[in-house]
């Protein structure tokens, strides 16, 4: 059973940074892939970026490409998601998801663990 803890969530202005880091504990994190998902008030959970096993192939929803970089550390067992040039449309609690190696992608339901979220809040 695979238990994700976030951090790194809080309030920074627009144009600001945050990093997130997603810690987790279990065992087998380097069998896992590992996704990053945000969730707005009223809006529906949304992909934000996912990363392979071995950290070499990673994905980005459009509205953050260019701004956002997912990566992790197999050997500390944790995924970070570095957000630059943050914007107001980036508000949202962020989660980070975990599901067996093969599976994943850009659907919520696709992922069998969650963290329990960090918010960000991106002042105007």
């Known amino acids: 059973q695979m238990r994700l803890v976030e951090s790194g969530g809080g309030l920074v202005e627009t144009g600001g940074s945050l990093r997130l880091i997603c810690a987790a504990s279990?065992?087998?994190?380097?069998?896992?892939?590992m996704a990053w998902f945000r969730q707005a008030p009223g809006k529906a959970r949304e992909f934000v970026a996912d990363?392979?096993?071995?950290?070499?192939?990673?994905n980005y929803a459009d509205s953050v490409k260019g701004r956002f970089i997912i990566s992790r550390d197999n050997a500390k067992d944790t995924v970070d998601l570095q957000m630059n040039n943050l914007q107001p449309d980036d508000t949202a609690v962020y989660y980070c998801?975990?599901?067996?190696?093969?599976?994943?992608?850009?659907?919520?339901?696709?992922?069998?663990?969650w963290g329990q979220g960090t918010q960000v809040t991106v002042s105007s």
């Open positions: 998801a975990a599901v067996s190696v093969g599976v994943g992608g850009r659907d919520a339901s696709g992922y069998d663990y």
């Open positions: 279990g065992g087998g994190f380097s069998a896992y892939e």
């Open positions: 990363i392979h096993w071995d950290g070499r192939t990673t």
